[in-house]
């Protein structure tokens, strides 16, 4: 079959590898879109904890072609999803709810093969079916919101709360569907992309401000105590620094952008003192797919928009060129 090999640093082909054969457990799905993600290019630069070769893609949606002599909830032709995170279900931190932490934990397009490919094999267990009203394309955002629903509870987010977010991409105007449901009163977005800004504006952001000096200076008008919920959605150490200063005492900041393994950013641990923050992380995905479908098919959160241009596998090149070097750019899906 063809895939995306990411082989090395910085280098990836087009090649013929072998389809893979489903386990037991395992069904094999035709996949039919597959989103690209920030974590595939901190991937592809050697910034993440996957090694090489592999096939990338943790976020996709397919139809499923053969299942293992195990599985007993799906068949073929059934449209499906997954979670790529597969848990062991034995370990200490799956006995105690902590899943995401799995110490034995398989991620699919992180640490094996993904869906950056005409074909991919996910254990029964992360496969999810989705209904026939949405698209492949939709469903195939199930992953990155479901990201979403558990940072949205690690928040802690109460009706009325104000919340600022960093980061008008796709995780940043999914956070800020999410969070305007969940009962915050208004949601601030601030970008460095204007027409990011502006599409945010369009998708119901309360108020739209360009990342700079003045901007700040705005946001200080707006909220001059600051907001109860500050999240960044950039992965910026830089940008995060200056995202603190914007969280109201007793508020909470959420690191949701996935910043590269290593990069620092400066705290001020008085500041943290002096104002009751709260720092709050949110890894990945905790139970919380089906929760993500149930909001996509309710029609809740509208994801069609956000996807600004599909490629062939063939044309993977372009995907990456399109997120490197096109600011405006927001979900880029692969279309094997
Ligand atoms: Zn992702
Ligand atoms: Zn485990």
Redesign the pocket.
Same mark, same amino acid.
């Given at each position: 079959m063809k895939a995306c090999l990411f082989e090395a640093k910085e280098k990836f082909v087009i090649s013929d590898i072998k389809k893979p054969v489903p386990q037991k457990d395992e069904v094999l799905i035709r996949v039919k879109a597959a989103g690209i +993600?920030?974590?595939d290019i901190h991937i592809l630069k050697g910034e993440y904890f996957s090694d090489f070769p592999l096939v990338a893609g943790?976020?996709f949606s397919g139809e499923v072609v053969e299942v293992g002599e195990e599985v007993t909830q799906f068949q073929p032709g059934d449209r499906v999803t997954a979670d790529p995170n597969i848990f062991c279900d034995k370990c200490y931190f799956c006995k105690i709810n902590k899943n995401n932490h799995c110490l034995d934990s398989h991620v699919i397009g992180v640490t094996q093969n993904g869906a950056f490919a005409e074909y991919v094999a996910v254990s029964e267990k992360g496969v999810f079916h989705i209904p026939d009203h949405l698209s492949y394309s939709e469903a195939a955002l199930a992953?990155?919101l479901a +990201?979403v629903v558990y940072g949205v509870r690690r928040s802690g987010i109460k009706p009325g709360e104000k919340v600022l977010i960093f980061g008008a991409g796709a995780i940043g105007l999914l956070l800020m569907s999410l969070l305007k449901i969940s009962g915050a009163s208004q949601v601030i977005m601030v970008d460095i992309s204007q027409k990011k800004l502006d599409f945010a504006k369009k998708m119901g952001a309360s108020e739209v401000i360009l990342n700079n000096a003045e901007g700040e200076k705005k946001l200080k008008a707006i909220a001059p105590f600051g907001f109860e919920l500050v999240a960044d959605a950039t992965g910026s150490p830089r940008v995060m620094e200056r995202e603190l200063q914007f969280v109201e005492p007793d508020g909470t900041f959420l690191v949701f952008g996935v910043a590269p393994i290593g990069d620092m950013m400066k705290v001020e641990p008085y500041d943290i003192f002096r104002r009751d923050i709260h720092i709050v992380g949110s890894y990945a995905v905790k139970k919380t797919m089906q929760y993500s479908i149930n909001l996509l098919a309710s029609g809740k959160i509208q994801v069609k928009n956000l996807i600004s241009s599909t490629y062939s596998l063939e044309d993977f090149e372009r995907g990456i060129q399109d997120f490197y070097h096109d600011p405006d750019h927001m979900k880029i899906q692969i279309i094997p």
């Open positions: +993600c920030g974590t943790h976020e992953e990155p +990201c």
